[in-house]
Antibody, heavy 116, light 108 residues
């Protein structure tokens, strides 16, 4: 069974940093592109970043470019999102999701709250 | 960046009725890269349709997708109580993914 489990969310002050993790199991992690998608409270879905299976291709939404860094460790079956210079508008549930061009599997999400 | 506009914003129907949800793109989208998701409160989105018209594994056949170019449709032929949720369309392109703003399907 495919499982994606996010962790690392929490409360952080504006300008602060946070690192999210996504632990994958039930499939050959190194064979799939992975993504981060977020959802602000009461709002719709917003794609954040994608990384190819071997990390050769990395893409970011304009809203996070230069502040967030996606990475993966195929030996540890893990996906990461390093978030720096956080803003109030980054407050959201962050999901990791497998797939390209459609997102077949999703984790349950981790909540990031940016507030003073 | 391709913008996806979903309509209506809210759709009020009764169980047993047919639901038609629209997704319009600001420029042409490859059908291979158009998907639909269902999201219920407190849950992660669930993939329903990929490639504009292919049902994901385990999705009932009352769900169907159609369309091409800039106009895509998700149809639920006969609504079940568990179908009332928010639905999103999504496209994948050179700039990454974009999602529509969602259609809320509520019980009338």
């Amino acid at each position: 069974e495919v499982q994606l489990v996010e962790s690392g969310g929490g409360l952080v002050k504006p300008g602060g940093s946070l690192r999210l993790s996504c632990a994958a199991s039930g499939f050959t992690f190194s064979s799939y592109s992975m993504n981060w998608v977020r959802q602000a409270p009461g709002k719709g879905l917003e794609w954040v970043s994608s990384i190819s299976s071997s990390s050769s291709y990395i893409y970011y939404a304009d809203s996070v470019k230069g502040r967030f860094t996606i990475s993966r460790d195929n030996a540890k079956n893990s996906l990461y999102l390093q978030m720096n210079s956080l803003r109030a508008e980054d407050t959201a549930v962050y999901y990791c999701a497998r797939g390209m061009p459609s997102l077949r599997y999703w984790g349950q999400g981790t909540l990031v709250t940016v507030s003073s | 960046e391709i913008v996806l506009t979903q309509s209506p914003g809210t759709l009020s129907l009764s169980p047993g009725e047919r639901a038609t949800l629209s997704c319009r793109a600001s420029q042409s989208v490859s059908s291979s890269y158009l998907a639909w998701y269902q999201q219920k409160p407190g849950q992660a989105p669930r993939l329903l349709i990929y490639g504009a018209s292919s049902r994901a594994t385990g999705i009932p056949d009352r769900f169907s997708g159609s369309g091409s170019g800039t106009d895509f449709t998700l149809t639920i032929s006969r609504l079940e109580p568990e179908d009332f949720a928010v639905y999103y369309c999504q496209q994948y392109g050179s700039s990454g993914y974009t999602f529509g703003q969602g259609t809320k399907l509520e019980i009338k």
